[in-house]
């Protein structure tokens, strides 16, 4: 990466903070998000060619309100504030700032009143997302409106000697339907910026810099065959080669044949040195009449690292580092300035937990990257297409998809059901629009009739989900040829399930997984 060609993002605390960033990095302009108290000598020395000061959930006249300091507004650096950001460039300008009579909350229509760099090409009037209760009252001195709303006078302002600009609403957000087009409006047409973030150079200088800092010590990696832990696999296998040693844990919760294809790709495809841990039994036992959900996730998570550990200790003398699949997002969070929307790292990205004996050095080479991101590294790297655009699979298992109690007979029937659902799902032209899909085996059973004879047998439910982050999702409309033929093949090649449903329920109020 060109050190002197990215963005920072300042963060106070916005729940779609990270929507700026992905947006950015869409445009192949680089950007980092960095807390909003950062020293301003350590920003100028990072030297980043824009400043975007983010949204936030704080009023800039509260007493604890997050501030950044005064001197970054000195640096020369061109600025954008977003909501939050653009209330606190003015209030650092000696406006005023105020709370409204009402919020504004959802669409508007914004009018553009001023020709801007930061408009360059935007529809007249456009579609724009507010949401803000505090309002700019009056226009900084030296500055200028560019934009209005009927409810927000002072929409988009800019002070173009200064380089600094402020919008009122949301760019970042999809519900903005021109606001990559502001983005990148500022960041190429003001901060000069150059788009050259590639995941070529990525994958290039990772290798590079991962060969310096290990040197001939060797790694080893928790390979789940997720995307994540995969793409690690392949770029840290690429990097030292037979100093990488993955461990994989097969709970017996797992798809079917999905043991038999990861041995294949990273053992025998690649070469790489893979230890596979059959403990199937072994989780079964301890989920031996265990139905609640949170209970089987504790069960679970803690007979990983038990497991993992003891393969961990056996290495741990030829080992010095612990290779985690741990991505920006996760990065982002820990960090978070204010709590934000999730102030801890999610335990099922990383290997979490291990014994104070095994003091690996730590070693995360996507900790710059977003999901998408990820999936395009592992293209760069030839992973298989079944690899890269594997669905999220949660860190249990099957064990959240089967409802109530846990046993060998209902593992067999979710995985046979499943992989139905995969297969006609992945024959759709269009099965890349299908953002998560699979099969659920409820805790019920119905009366049916098969042939002759009467059945009362189990239900299978079908969950299949459109979405762009998991935070929210819509489900998806399945045509009913393909519904069909899940229906039919589940009832007639799966033993013991009579009846198939569909789940037509959306995120919020519904979750995506059902436990």
């Given at each position: 990466?060109?050190?002197?060609?990215?963005?920072?993002?300042?963060?106070?605390?916005?729940?779609?903070?990270?929507?700026?960033?992905?947006?950015?990095?869409?445009?192949?302009?680089?950007?980092?998000?960095?807390?909003?108290?950062?020293?301003?000598?350590?920003?100028?020395?990072?030297?980043?060619?824009?400043?975007?000061?983010?949204?936030?959930p704080c009023s800039v006249n509260e007493t604890n309100s997050p501030h950044c300091s005064n001197k970054i507004f000195d640096l020369g650096i061109p600025i954008l504030g977003i909501c939050y950001g653009l209330q606190l460039t003015a209030q650092k300008f000696n406006?005023?700032?105020?709370?409204?009579?009402?919020?504004?909350?959802?669409?508007?229509?914004?009018?553009?009143?001023?020709?801007?760099?930061?408009?360059?090409?935007?529809?007249?009037?456009?579609?724009?997302?507010?949401?803000?209760?505090?309002?700019?009252?009056?226009?900084?001195?030296?500055?200028?409106?560019?934009?209005?709303?009927?409810?927000?006078?002072?929409?988009?302002?800019?002070?173009?000697?200064?380089?600094?600009?402020?919008?009122?609403?949301?760019?970042?957000?999809?519900?903005?339907?021109?606001?990559?087009?502001?983005?990148?409006?500022?960041?190429?047409?003001?901060?000069?910026?150059?788009?050259?973030?590639?995941?070529?150079?990525?994958?290039?200088s990772s290798i590079k810099s991962i060969k310096e800092y290990v040197k001939e010590e060797h790694v080893i990696l928790g390979l789940s065959g997720g995307v994540d832990s995969s793409v690690v696999a392949a770029i840290l296998h690429k990097a030292i080669g037979n100093?990488?040693?993955?461990?994989?844990?097969?709970?017996?919760?797992?798809?079917?044949?999905?043991?038999?294809?990861?041995?294949?790709?990273?053992?025998?495809?690649?070469?790489?040195?893979?230890?596979?841990?059959?403990?199937?039994?072994?989780?079964?036992?301890?989920?031996?009449?265990?139905?609640?959900?949170?209970?089987?996730?504790?069960?679970?998570?803690?007979?990983?690292?038990?497991?993992?550990?003891?393969?961990?200790?056996?290495?741990?003398?030829?080992?010095?580092?612990?290779?985690?699949?741990?991505?920006?997002?996760?990065?982002?969070?820990?960090?978070?300035?204010?709590?934000?929307?999730?102030?801890?790292?999610?335990?099922?990205?990383?290997?979490?937990?291990?014994?104070?004996?095994?003091?690996?050095?730590?070693?995360?080479?996507?900790?710059?990257?977003?999901?998408?991101?990820?999936?395009?590294?592992?293209?760069?790297?030839?992973?298989?297409?079944?690899?890269?655009?594997?669905?999220?699979?949660?860190?249990?298992?099957?064990?959240?998809?089967?409802?109530?109690?846990?046993?060998?007979?209902?593992?067999?029937?979710?995985?046979?059901?499943?992989?139905?659902?995969?297969?006609?799902?992945?024959?759709?032209?269009?099965?890349?629009?299908?953002?998560?899909?699979?099969?659920?085996?409820?805790?019920?059973?119905?009366?049916?009739?098969?042939?002759?004879?009467?059945?009362?047998?189990?239900?299978?439910?079908?969950?299949?989900?459109?979405?762009?982050?998991?935070?929210?999702?819509?489900?998806?409309?399945?045509?009913?040829?393909?519904?069909?033929?899940?229906?039919?093949?589940?009832?007639?090649?799966?033993?013991?399930?009579?009846?198939?449903?569909?789940?037509?329920?959306?995120?919020?109020?519904?979750?995506?997984?059902?436990?």
């Amino acid at each position: 990466m060109d050190t002197s060609n990215w963005i920072a993002i300042l963060d106070f605390g916005s729940q779609v903070t990270q929507l700026i960033a992905r947006r950015i990095r869409e445009g192949n302009i680089y950007c980092e998000i960095l807390r909003f108290d950062i020293d301003p000598d350590e920003l100028k020395e990072r030297n980043p060619k824009g400043i975007i000061l983010s949204g936030g959930p704080c009023s800039v006249n509260e007493t604890n309100s997050p501030h950044c300091s005064n001197k970054i507004f000195d640096l020369g650096i061109p600025i954008l504030g977003i909501c939050y950001g653009l209330q606190l460039t003015a209030q650092k300008f000696n406006s005023n700032v105020k709370t409204g009579k009402k919020h504004e909350y959802g669409k508007a229509l914004m009018r553009i009143t001023k020709d801007s760099l930061l408009f360059k090409n935007i529809s007249n009037p456009s579609k724009v997302w507010m949401s803000h209760g505090d309002k700019v009252t009056k226009i900084p001195e030296g500055f200028e409106l560019i934009a209005e709303s009927d409810n927000c006078p002072i929409a988009a302002i800019q002070n173009t000697k200064l380089n600094i600009y402020g919008v009122q609403f949301h760019p970042e957000v999809v519900h903005t339907p021109e606001g990559k087009k502001i983005l990148m409006n500022f960041a190429l047409n003001i901060c000069k910026c150059v788009e050259d973030w590639e995941m070529s150079k990525f994958v290039e200088s990772s290798i590079k810099s991962i060969k310096e800092y290990v040197k001939e010590e060797h790694v080893i990696l928790g390979l789940s065959g997720g995307v994540d832990s995969s793409v690690v696999a392949a770029i840290l296998h690429k990097a030292i080669g037979n100093q990488l040693h993955c461990v994989y844990v097969d709970n017996g919760l797992m798809r079917l044949n999905e043991t038999d294809e990861i041995k294949e790709l990273f053992e025998n495809a690649f070469g790489i040195d893979l230890h596979i841990i059959n403990a199937g039994n072994l989780f079964l036992n301890k989920l031996n009449g265990v139905s609640d959900p949170e209970k089987k996730r504790k069960i679970i998570g803690s007979t990983f690292i038990d497991v993992f550990s003891e393969k961990a200790r056996e290495l741990s003398k030829s080992v010095s580092f612990l290779a985690q699949g741990t991505l920006y997002p996760d990065v982002i969070e820990s960090i978070s300035p204010i709590g934000g929307p999730s102030a801890t790292i999610k335990s099922h990205h990383n290997v979490g937990g291990l014994p104070e004996d095994l003091k690996f050095k730590l070693i995360e080479p996507l900790r710059e990257l977003f999901k998408d991101e990820v999936r395009l590294v592992g293209k760069e790297l030839n992973l298989p297409d079944y690899v890269v655009n594997r669905q999220p699979f949660p860190g249990p298992g099957l064990a959240v998809r089967i409802i109530g109690d846990i046993t060998s007979e209902r593992i067999h029937i979710l995985q046979k059901a499943d992989l139905i659902v995969r297969e006609e799902i992945l024959d759709m032209s269009n099965h890349l629009d299908v953002w998560q899909y699979f099969a659920v085996l409820l805790p019920i059973r119905s009366v049916g009739v098969m042939g002759d004879d009467r059945t009362y047998d189990n239900v299978i439910t079908v969950r299949a989900v459109e979405s762009l982050d998991g935070m929210t999702a819509d489900w998806f409309k399945l045509p009913y040829d393909v519904m069909d033929k899940i229906s039919n093949r589940i009832i007639n090649e799966v033993r013991g399930v009579n009846r198939v449903c569909y789940d037509i329920s959306s995120k919020p109020p519904s979750t995506i997984e059902w436990e």
